[in-house]
């Protein structure tokens, strides 16, 4: 396990052993689909949105333990766009989490049910599990980060940009502008989305909130540049996913762009800035400083 896990292994136990009390058996939930929802959620992920949404909570000064719906609904929308990302209309992949992909081991249908099974639960969990006051502003955090104007418009504009979706509208911004676009929405919304509900779940004020959602807004894209690199320097053993497609689907990627060099630099840099948006916060914070730490640091 890399080092950022150490002194967290309470943390993941917890949102592993919900997550498998959230995806338990159902009346109704016919048994294929429960299983391919326990198979792809189950399945060994970093856990990076779930640990920062309880790290966010326990910076405010919150029991990180409050935080432990939303982080495990913010998971399970991250599993619902990883299955349908996978699928043959999307990226068409079949290695995930180093196990074959859900429509691989299931069925095209399957999976696309179990990926709109998993956006309900999400809201379910929220509605089910979270102090009354704190529900609506819970979903509405969850479902605009989800929703048409950033994770699901973001997944559309790579895929326009790769051609295969309609007509690319860059609306005349540069290269890298537009794809800092696609990256802020399809990967920054929900990893910044994590450290609000955190926030909300621990009761931060204002000002602690917007630090909070500027941490993630720095750290979502620093993420993704890293993922870039990843997909050009590591292998499909290290990832768990196949790699090198990026060049093959001719996608605009920050190394395509700046090359790789460049690319780490500016993560750094937005690591950097992210730190700099909560040190107010002091050392109950430190755990998250690590986390921008390791984003950029991270092989796999
Ligand atoms: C289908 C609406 C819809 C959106 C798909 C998830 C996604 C958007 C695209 C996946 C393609 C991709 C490589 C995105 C880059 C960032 C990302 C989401 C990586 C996967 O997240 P990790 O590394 O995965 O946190 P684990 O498996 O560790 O949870």
Redesign the pocket.
Known sequence: MPNFYSGLECHLESIESKLDAYTSSAVGCPNRLADAIRYSVL???????PLLAMLACGAVGGNPNEALPVACAV?LI??????????PC??DDDL??GKPTCHRQFDEATAVLA?DSLQMLAIEVICQDMPAKKIATCCEILSKA?GRTA??G???D?LAAEGRYGAVSSDGMSEIEFLKHI?RR??GA?IEASLQLGGVAGGASMDHLRGLARFGHNIGLA??II??CL?VESTSEQ???NTRKDNTLGKLTYPSLLGLSQSHELAKRLARDAKEEIAVLGSKADKLSELADFVVERR?
């Open positions: 399945a060994p992920g970093k856990r990076l949105r998971e991250h599993v619902y766009s990883l299955i349908h990302d996978d699928l999307m990226d995930r989490r990926g989800a994770l699901v973001g997944q559309a790579d990256h399809k990967t929900l993420f993704q993922d870039d997909d990832l768990g996913k796999a």
